[in-house]
């Protein structure tokens, strides 16, 4: 009985936190979602224990894997760590580096945020996200099909997006930091000294 309590736990605490991340109302969810606010709300307090057919509806509106919103998985695509750790660069720079440094971001602005100005950060990353997609579509890599925009035009709309981003995070209150421990921001560290060695190398001329 404890073990079944802790998954409906995660299950719905995953749940209500997928919601609040897409900046979308309990209303508007549970419309989406076909049910009423009242169950969905049931569900993410953990009141009521959902059949699988939701379960597997809140993961396509979500765009996560079961595995993650049963808490089975933290993995929210389904991708191993171990892809991440083999990704490298030509110089032997790794993708799990960069990934894990995005995730820090993401939960760093997500603590210093709240409401909707959460919002600003996600999709800003989302966007940009979006953008490398179609620089892999436009390259050959990516199919063009999964586009609903033509990835010509798409590119520019996204770059253009991205700036409207940049200039919304004026509205998140300034919370300045002069001090950090050098081992919680160690992989953020490396990945912004690799970034200003990159710009310094290939774009100033000193």
Do not use: W
């Not at 750790?85 to 720079?93: E, K, L, Q, V, W």
């Not at 894990?100 to 999709?123: F, H, I, P, R, W």
């Not at 997609?133 to 996204?158: C, H, M, N, Q, S």
């Amino acid at each position: 009985m404890k073990n079944e309590n802790e998954k409906l736990s995660k299950f719905s605490e995953i749940l209500s936190k997928m919601r609040k991340e897409r900046g979308v109302s309990q209303k508007k969810a549970a419309a989406d979602l076909g049910i009423s606010q009242a169950l969905l709300s049931h569900y993410e307090k953990g009141i009521r224990e959902c059949g699988l057919d939701f379960v597997i509806k809140c993961s396509k509106y979500y765009g996560v894997t079961t595995d993650y919103l049963l808490g089975v998985s933290e993995n929210r695509n389904g991708m191993s760590n171990d892809v991440l750790a083999n990704i490298t660069s030509t110089d032997g720079r790794s993708a799990k580096a960069l990934a894990q440094s995005t995730k820090y971001l993401l939960e760093m602005a997500s603590a210093a945020t709240d409401g909707k100005k959460d919002n600003y950060v996600y999709d800003y990353f989302m966007l940009c996200a979006y953008r490398g997609a179609l620089t892999l579509a436009k390259a050959g890599v990516l199919p063009k099909e999964i586009f609903k925009i033509d990835y010509t035009i798409a590119r520019d709309l996204a770059s253009a997006a991205i700036a409207l981003q940049d200039a919304r995070f004026v509205f998140i209150e300034d919370k300045s930091r002069t001090g950090f421990d050098e081992a919680e921001f160690a992989p953020l560290k490396d990945m912004i000294s690799e970034a200003e060695e990159y710009i310094l190398s290939n774009y100033i001329t000193l």
